[in-house]
Structures are given as structure tokens and as C-alpha cells.
């Protein structure tokens, strides 16, 4: 056993051990729910029961390479591509309202060919974006005085929200903004009273703006306020992802046991895997897992807290955010808190560009966690 401690310390490093452990525990966990929440999925449509596993584990494979070399490179050289790199992902998220992208559940989100090699422009914007601000605004740290300092960063963000918006986005859209606001309000950035309550009041006519624009969301916000009523439409995911969870007790039916993957539960590997870890394991195994996720987002703040360096604070401060509010978000949703929406569960929902994003994300965080109180601040 102090083998195998020793040994993954070596492959860690000087980063945080603490953050590389707890990655590594929320993959396994995530990628023993896919097994069990694709099973019936992959055999109904594909013949082979772990054929979505498969693809999860090779897209993991990859992911934890990425992550360990990534994790070995100095952060602040991210400084001279991270423009370029916002450049090439906004292009890439407006050719996806083009002929070439793909839609899949009527969502046209991805680039690709047919179903081998597909790739979602919107995981990979997400550290893009943190990335881009947290650049500009290390750069231009005396023009953060004011408001007037920030105009760029607001800049990308609408940019990426308007191409958001075309996605028909929402879920990716909050994710971005948040992102975004996160570094921005690392920053220091200093905001009188009436300037937040016009942001606010701005941010909420634009949601409003959003929702009754198609009236599949209006009809998802409808159903959530009477979740009694249509179970058997509006109301069916909801109702049987409470089922799942409700079902699950104290310790669950147990692991591969879930009832609700033999496609009562849409999008059980996916969106609502979360309702399968509760079925299967219970309150306790549901209440492991949240507590695994909380001291993993407390140990990215508190990467981005102690890190003396700008640069690297802001970067970890919007990663760490990206999580915590897809984490948020999901576990909202399935357990029937808030409307339902397309919110991925880090390291635990199916997706290849979702899982390999994360992991290249936590690479970086591996390597702020390493460097930032190394060197000076450039």
C-alpha cells in the first residue's frame, strides 16, 4: 500500500497530492456508474453491453495522460496562446450552427463525422475562455480601477454568449457566464451598488429573453412548478429520476441493480447519472460522492486562494467555478430542485470531449497548484 502511495506521489510530483487523489477517485466512481448506467442502453443499441463503457474508459485513458502531461507545464506559458486558442474555439462553436454540425437529441452541439469522431466546441471553450480573461486582465492590471478595465473580458463573454445563444445553449451558456464572472470578480474588480443591481437586472432580462424564446423551455419551467402534473410528458424525466433516487434507501438496490436504466430513466449514462448512483447505492453512497465533490471544489479554491500569483489565482478561481456549477446544477436538476436541463456531471456523465476537457483542466490546476509560489508573478 505504501507502494502504491509512493509511486503515485512520484507521478504527482510537487502538486497537490490531495486535489491528484481525489481526481483520480471521482474517475473511477464515474466510470464504474457508466458501466453500470450504459449497460442496458448499449445492449439495446449497439449489441454489446459495455460498448459505451469502452469508449468512456478510452476517452479516460487519454484524459489521465493529458492530465499528467499538462500538469507538467508551466501554466504561465499559456499566457502567449490563450488569444489564438479563444479564436480557434469561438470558430469552431460558430461552425456548429453550420451544414457541419451534428445534431444528436435534437440538439445541434457537435462537430464531426457520423458517430466515430465527435467533438462538443463548448467543453472546450469553457477553460478557453478562463484562460483568455485571466490573460488579459494579468496583463492590464493597472487598468482595473474601474469598470472601463473590464470592457474586453465583457467583450468575450458576449461573443461567447451569442454564439451560445444561436446553439440554443442554455445550460453551456450559464456555465460560460459564470465562468467568466468568477475570474472577473477574482480579479477585485470593485462594483458600486447600482452598478450590480443593473448587471443583475440586465442578466435576468436577457434569462427571461432566453426562456420564452422557444417554448420548449417555457414548458420545462411550467412543468417544474406543477411537477404533479403530465408525468407522463413534460414531467417523465423528472419524476423518474425521483423514482431512482427515491427508491435507492439508505444503502441502494446495489451496484448494476438499478431498474430505472431499462430506459425509463432518459439519458440515464448522461445528464441523470447521478439518479443511478442513488438508486444503486443509497443515501450513503449519494452522500460519499457529494462529499468527495465538496472537498474537491474546496481544494481548487483554496488553490486559487493561496496561489501568489495573479495569473495562476484567476485561472484556478474559473476552472474551480466550472465545476462547482456544473456540479450544482446537475444534482439540482435530477433531484428535481430546479427545471430540467442538458447539465453534464463532471468525471460521472457519459461523454468523451466532456471527460478528456475536465481532465485536461485539471491538469492545469495540478500545475498552478506546483508552480505558482515558485516564481515571481510575470
Known sequence: MKKDVDSMKKISGNMDFGMFVITIILLCIGLVMVASASSYHSLIYYGNSNELFNKQLVFAILGVIAMIIISRIDYKKYKKWSYLAFIIAAILLLLVITPLGVTRNGAQRWLGVGETFQIQPSEIMKPVLVLAIATYLSRNVKKLNNIKGYIVPIIMLLIVVLLMYLQKHMSGMLVLIVAAVSVIFASGIKLKFRAIAAGVLVIGMVGVAFVMAEDFRLQRILAFMNPEENLKDDNWQAAQSLYAIGSGGLFGRGLGQSRQKYLWLPEAQNDFIFSILGEELGFVGTTVVLGLFGFFIYKGYKIAMTCKDFYGSLI??????????????????????????????????????????NLCSMGIILNISKNCNKTKEQ
Open 316 to 357: 484556478a478561481a474559473g476552472i474551480t467555478s466550472i465545476f462547482a456549477i456544473q456540479i450544482l446544477i446537475n444534482v439540482a436538476v435530477v433531484t428535481c430542485s430546479m427545471p430540467v436541463t442538458g447539465m453534464t456531471l463532471p468525471f460521472f456523465s457519459y461523454g468523451g470531449t466532456s471527460l478528456f476537457i
